[in-house]
């Protein structure tokens, strides 16, 4: 039982490029966020799904897509990066108690 | 969701208690009380939840007040690897996103 997973650990992109942030659970849980953290900041909610092709933004969710064509899959796009989008990014799920588990995060720098 | 205010940093000793305070005076009925911490660099950790009852499992307890304006979360022994974030949240039960503030920064010194 992985819990939630990332892919890529780590990633450099220049601006304007664009790539995919991979999240996989196999807890079964219907809900799924995308979260980023800025050094020293808080937790800022990017885009959330409640189910299985049911998406919606969080407070950040400007330069980012998401889609949700699994129960498992939760995959953050960026479209076209930019220096401001470096931070670290989780993804989390949520549990019968309405507990999230967080993945172990991707640390994208964008130069 | 309802707001909260945590202090910015605590210290604790090793092996003593530590007491985390949260304030939501602006909670509803159905609005939860969520305790999660962030060790250095890890995604968030669950601790405990809990809606009006005192909560305790193997990691902490949770004290939340009669008028459910302000929680506190316990950690009984505190240990060096408990330094962490200890983010204090209010949600309710069926939504599926948390607002996260800043935290409280526990310092657990030898």
């Known amino acids: 039982n992985a819990g939630v997973t990332q892919t890529p650990k780590f990633q450099v992109l220049k601006t304007g490029q664009s790539m995919t942030l991979q999240c996989a659970q196999d807890m079964n849980h219907e809900y799924m966020s995308w979260y980023r953290q800025d050094p020293g900041m808080g937790l800022r909610l990017i885009h959330y799904s409640v189910g299985a092709g049911i998406t919606d933004q969080g407070e950040v969710p400007n330069g980012y897509n998401v889609s949700r064509s699994t129960t498992e899959d939760f995959p953050l796009r960026l479209l076209s990066a930019a220096p401001s989008q470096t931070s670290v990014y989780f993804c989390?799920?949520?549990?019968?108690?309405?507990?999230?588990?967080f993945g172990p995060g991707t640390r994208l720098t964008v130069l | 969701d309802a707001k909260t205010t945590q202090p910015t940093s605590m210290d604790c000793a090793e092996g003593r208690a530590a007491n985390l305070p949260c304030n939501h005076s602006t909670i509803s009925g159905n609005e939860y009380v969520y305790w999660y911490r962030q060790i250095h660099s890890q995604g968030p950790q669950y601790i405990i939840h809990g809606l009006k009852n005192n909560e305790t499992n193997e990691m902490a307890s949770l004290i939340i007040t009669e008028d459910r304006k302000s929680s506190t979360l316990i950690l009984p022994h505190a240990t060096l690897r408990d330094t962490a974030v200890y983010y204090c949240i209010v949600r309710v039960e069926y939504a599926g996103k948390s607002t996260f503030g800043d935290g409280t920064t526990l310092t657990v010194k030898p």
């Open positions: 989390a799920t949520q549990g019968p108690y309405n507990e999230q588990f």
